[in-house]
């Protein structure tokens, strides 16, 4: 809408003359519809609302109480001699990279269905991929003829324990309230699942 035409917008009461900018020649066109605009706003009486300071949310967010959260365990056989692993080491060993323990034992990944929270974790702090993304990437692998094994799907806390218990060469996660004796947890970066600063966490469990 031209500025020369807003008065025939007005009601008879309120009609107003808009100031001639000829006389601000270093202003642009873009400028000058600004300014008439905010001068039209003016005239109208129409309020110029801000975002009072509590209608803006917070960039801060509260820390969590540490008993929300809770450490995801990297597990082994107990007669595993690895007893710490980067969080970098522990990704080649996810990706099938380093497949073979120090022992000789060949690396055998486990691993929790698609979908739960123990999974999801890994997937977004050790292979930085979602599941499609996971799927792929073991096809790729194999597709390049490198001989990789993607983890063995286990469908309980229990299965992942026997079958880490029963497999020299397994490594695969849990909860920190899922562990037991019957495997051994594995430092990473030299901090246990307790520690803070602990890389691999999620929230608590919702109890039943």
Same mark, same amino acid.
């Given at each position: 809408?031209?500025?020369?035409?807003?008065?025939?917008? @007005?009601?008879?009461?309120?009609? !107003?003359?808009?100031?001639?900018?000829?006389?601000?020649?270093?202003?642009?066109?873009?400028?000058?519809?600004? /300014?008439?605009?905010?001068?039209?706003?003016?005239?109208?009486?129409?309020?110029?609302?801000?975002?009072?300071?509590? /209608?803006? *949310?917070?960039?801060?967010? /509260?820390?969590?109480?540490?008993?929300?959260?809770?450490?995801?365990? !990297?597990?082994?056989?107990?007669?595993?001699?690895?007893?710490?692993?980067?969080?970098?080491?522990?990704?080649?060993?996810? &990706?099938?990279?380093?497949?073979?323990?120090?022992?000789?034992?060949?690396?055998?990944?486990?691993? @929790?269905?698609?979908g739960t929270a123990e999974r999801q974790t890994v997937l977004?702090?050790?292979?930085?991929?979602?599941?499609?993304?996971?799927?792929?990437?073991? &096809?790729?692998?194999?597709?390049?003829?490198?001989?990789?094994?993607?983890?063995?799907? @286990?469908?309980?806390?229990?299965?992942?324990?026997?079958?880490?218990?029963?497999?020299?060469? /397994?490594?695969?996660?849990?909860?920190?309230?899922?562990?037991?004796?019957?495997?051994?947890?594995?430092? !990473?970066?030299?901090?246990? *699942?307790?520690?803070d600063g602990y890389p691999l966490r999620l929230r608590v469990r919702p109890p039943n």
């Amino acid at each position: 809408m031209k500025l020369e035409s807003v008065g025939r917008w @007005l009601p008879p009461d309120r009609s !107003i003359s808009l100031p001639s900018f000829s006389t601000i020649p270093s202003c642009s066109e873009a400028v000058v519809k600004v /300014a008439g605009v905010f001068l039209l706003v003016l005239a109208l009486g129409v309020p110029v609302d801000c975002p009072s300071r509590a /209608a803006v *949310p917070s960039v801060e967010t /509260a820390s969590p109480s540490r008993g929300a959260w809770e450490g995801l365990a !990297i597990i082994v056989n107990v007669k595993n001699p690895v007893g710490n692993l980067t969080l970098w080491q522990l990704r080649g060993i996810f &990706l099938g990279e380093r497949r073979w323990w120090p022992n000789g034992r060949r690396v055998i990944l486990g691993a @929790l269905p698609a979908g739960t929270a123990e999974r999801q974790t890994v997937l977004r702090v050790v292979y930085a991929m979602n599941d499609k993304d996971f799927d792929k990437y073991f &096809l790729w692998v194999l597709f390049r003829g490198e001989f990789v094994t993607s983890p063995t799907i @286990l469908g309980t806390p229990k299965d992942v324990r026997r079958f880490v218990a029963n497999t020299p060469g /397994a490594v695969a996660y849990l909860r920190a309230a899922d562990l037991d004796s019957s495997v051994k947890v594995v430092t !990473i970066d030299s901090l246990r *699942p307790e520690d803070d600063g602990y890389p691999l966490r999620l929230r608590v469990r919702p109890p039943n």
